[in-house]
């Protein structure tokens, strides 16, 4: 994989190497650290979201972009059979080096070959669609991934408030699809495309293809956690 650049700095992170940042440059012409004790937290670092998504966890988990495995390791730690799929092949060395025992490396939307009760996507990890189109193809894609009665858990938030004063302007395109791009030691990653999505249109998409909605938790900072499954 070209430029593995997350893989590298959760590589370096894990082995010491802690006085480089890992900056995501985005469209809206703001860069940002990414916090890499972020990707390590503990169980007790957790945010409430995380702790409820994680308690709603069933049977099978398949954990995507699952980046240093945190959440996997604590699943596993209750006893949960859990695989860890990410596409960065050194945050898949790193995940195994901290004892995730199920590791996949894969792109998500190419993966089938497994069959799972609870798809989860963590930390955003539904922003892998990139834009409303991408979130369509995914939903789809989870519909072949879930065993009958499972279910799919994630967060995501409405970033309106970026544009509420004005001083970045608001895209023609729908406002939560973001460009990003990492850098790490002076080495960027190619551009990606990743989305967040407000409750509203969430909804009005996921019931057009057939899902049952329950937003479980709202974090009182536009964030929310989203249980979804399919009628029996």
């Not at 972020?38 to 049977?59: K, M, N, S, T, W």
């Not at 999505?197 to 937003?215: P, R």
């Amino acid at each position: 994989m070209a430029h593995d650049v997350l893989g590298n700095a959760l590589s370096d992170y894990l082995h010491g190497i802690k006085k480089e940042q890992l900056l995501i440059h985005a469209s809206y012409g703001i860069i940002e650290v990414m916090p890499m004790e972020e990707y390590f937290r503990q169980p007790p670092d957790f945010p409430e979201l995380e702790h409820i998504a994680v308690a709603l966890c069933e049977g099978n988990v398949l954990d995507v972009g699952a980046g240093a495995g945190s959440h996997a390791l604590y699943l596993q730690s209750l006893g949960m059979e859990v695989e860890a799929l990410e596409i960065s092949p050194k945050a898949c060395a790193v995940m195994k080096e901290r004892g995730v025992r199920r590791v996949i490396q894969h792109d998500f939307f190419e993966y089938r070959s497994g069959k799972y009760d609870t798809l989860l996507f963590l930390m955003n990890g539904i922003g892998i669609a990139g834009s409303l189109d991408g979130l369509k193809k995914l939903l789809r894609h989870c519909k072949s991934l879930l065993n009958a009665g499972g279910q799919l858990l994630f967060d995501s938030s409405d970033i309106a408030y970026l544009y509420a004063d004005g001083a970045i302007e608001k895209p023609q395109e729908y406002y939560g699809q973001i460009h990003y791009q990492y850098e790490y030691k002076g080495l960027k990653s190619p551009l990606f495309n990743w989305l967040f999505i407000d409750q509203k249109t969430l909804i009005q998409l996921a019931h057009a293809d057939g899902w049952v909605v329950q937003v479980v938790y709202e974090d009182g900072n536009d964030q929310y956690l989203v249980r979804m499954e399919l009628p029996a």
